[in-house]
């Protein structure tokens, strides 16, 4: 499954909905944002990635679909400007197979498997690793929409998580959890029953 934006039009909604979450996180002001570009506050190089990930897609998909090589040029300059931000943010993650919406709040120690599937509005909290077992290297998670993970959060294998489901910190998730809305827990996780 691609998430990946197709077309202009979907590319510039996808960045528009992603600007708005992380436009939340950077100061309102003219110069609270001066500041925080001063301070070279990490928020920014994270939205500065977002970006350049999501394009990085697109020219992707354009330069396999057409002959123009401007597309291969547009696609090898938002990889590399994508994966040095990746190394000054101390993470391993691509957006291909991200829907949009994706939320990093700590980018330290995220790695995220290229074959791994994640659906709309997921939230990283940091330390993060969605990944394969070791010994299959194709059976993957596919997380679905709305996914919380707590930071130190793992999932590893071939798991699906249902929608809205939120994985506490430090949590290994290596079994699916198919029931939407739960909370999952512990080494490794299991569900968490509410107190009455």
């Not at 500041?35 to 990930?53: E, G, T």
């Not at 291969?72 to 101390?90: E, F, G, P």
């Not at 070791?134 to 959060?153: E, H, K, R, S, Y």
Request: net charge positive; glycine share 10%; charged share 20%.
């Amino acid at each position: 499954m691609s998430t990946m934006a197709k077309t202009k039009e979907e590319l510039n909604q996808i960045l528009s909905y992603e600007s708005d979450i992380y436009k939340k996180m950077i100061p309102s002001s003219l110069g609270g944002r001066i500041c925080a570009w001063i301070k070279n506050v990490q928020i920014l190089s994270l939205y500065s990635w977002i970006v350049s990930s999501r394009k990085m897609d697109y020219y992707k998909y354009k330069k396999e679909i057409s002959s123009n090589p401007l597309y291969s040029i547009l696609y090898l300059y938002y990889a590399r400007k994508t994966n040095k931000l990746c190394q000054k943010l101390n993470m391993e993650i691509s957006t291909e197979k991200i829907g949009k919406g994706l939320t990093i709040y700590h980018p330290t120690g995220i790695v995220v498997n290229g074959n791994a599937v994640i659906g709309e509005n997921c939230h990283f909290h940091g330390n993060n690793c969605v990944g394969n077992s070791g010994t299959d290297l194709n059976a993957c998670p596919v997380l679905g929409d709305d996914i919380m993970l707590g930071v130190g959060a793992k999932v590893i294998g071939n798991v699906h998580l249902a929608n809205k489901i939120k994985v506490g910190a430090g949590a290994v998730v290596v079994s699916s959890f198919l029931e939407e809305g739960i909370t999952i827990a512990g080494v490794p996780a299991r569900k968490i029953e509410k107190r009455k």
